[in-house]
């Protein structure tokens, strides 16, 4: 694999905002925590330099940083409230929080998760800030089948998703334009803010905007739905989300009406993105991935269940 060239410069960048913040730096060895096409993040010590995707705008990107940082109890607030640019791709400063452990799913943070998720959602949304990009990043990855065409998986993704309403496949706009939403919520994205509370915040504001709350619900509902989330932390989940008055879906009763549609483009999302991956390492679908394509194959077997607010 070819070395990232943004790499050494962006890793600088996060030694430098580190040295300012703590000119004592104990100046431990940088870490690479991702370096994929849409993110490269660096960390130096107790700062975090982010590139962003290539096709980010400040137009875009900078209302999100100033909500982050006008809403520090629900979203991590970055270093500074505007990004650099770097070689064409803007760069964020953040302070790093310690993630959920991937290991340890008794201590997953599902409440927490909720909690936030409900005061994001219950949050009036700045007139400035775009669509969240969830149901984009959904069309994205199932654009990506094309050219796997003759793939024995795509067809059951594909008919799963044309079955769904244009809003969720990025084709027309979302049926609520007002509420504040994360737009890519999974354990991923939760870190303990290292100061002063070490509680729990969501991080990651690129697909942040206005949209169709229940949303930010389907990834856990589409892993609930799928058996990859067990029953009592799915309940956990909702429950918690309801307890803090999130308005995705009903205060009781059954929360599917709301659910169905969004948690089946992330089932759809996912099992996309893992018939490219598996097509790219020339190698079979592997059990979870399997599934994901059995699940797409029978949702496409039966209309979604529609809301009145998101049947359009």
């Not at 580190?18 to 849409?38: E, F, K, N, Q």
């Not at 699940?295 to 607010?309: F, K, Q, V, Y």
Request: glycine residues 4%; aromatic residues 4%.
């Amino acid at each position: 694999m070819t070395a990232n060239p943004l790499l050494p410069e962006l890793t600088a960048k996060a030694r430098a905002a580190a040295h300012a913040r703590t000119p004592a730096c104990p100046c431990g060895a940088p870490v690479t925590l991702a370096d994929r096409p849409d993110a490269t993040v660096v960390r130096h010590e107790d700062t975090v330099a982010k590139a962003h995707a290539p096709d980010a705008t400040p137009t875009d990107l900078t209302p999100r940083l100033a909500l982050a940082t006008h809403l520090p109890d629900v979203l991590l607030p970055p270093l500074r409230p505007t990004p650099v640019q770097l070689h064409g791709r803007l760069v964020t400063f953040w302070p790093y929080g310690t993630p959920v452990d991937p290991e340890d799913r008794d201590t997953a943070p599902w409440e927490a998760a909720a909690t936030l998720l409900a005061r994001l959602h219950s949050t009036p949304a700045p007139h400035a800030l775009p669509p969240m990009r969830g149901p984009a990043k959904a069309a994205r990855a199932v654009a990506g089948l094309r050219a796997l065409s003759r793939h024995p998986a795509v067809s059951a993704v594909v008919r799963a998703w044309t079955v769904l309403p244009a809003w969720a496949r990025d084709e027309a706009p979302m049926p609520d334009t007002t509420t504040l939403c994360h737009g890519d919520l999974h354990l991923g994205q939760l870190v303990r803010h290292p100061a002063p509370d070490g509680a729990w915040r969501l991080i990651d504001v690129d697909d942040l905007g206005t949209g169709v709350p229940a949303w930010d619900l389907a990834r856990p509902a589409s892993w609930y739905a799928c058996g990859f989330l067990a029953p009592d932390e799915w309940i956990r989940f909702l429950a918690a989300y309801r307890e803090a008055d999130g308005p995705a879906v009903p205060a009781d009763g059954d929360p599917w009406p709301a659910l169905d549609v969004p948690a089946r483009a992330l089932t759809v999302q996912t099992a996309a993105r893992a018939i490219t991956k598996a097509a790219a390492a020339d190698r079979p679908l592997d059990e979870i991935e399997q599934s994901l394509v059995d699940a797409c194959d029978r949702m496409s077997s039966a209309p979604p269940e529609l809301s009145p607010d998101t049947a359009k």
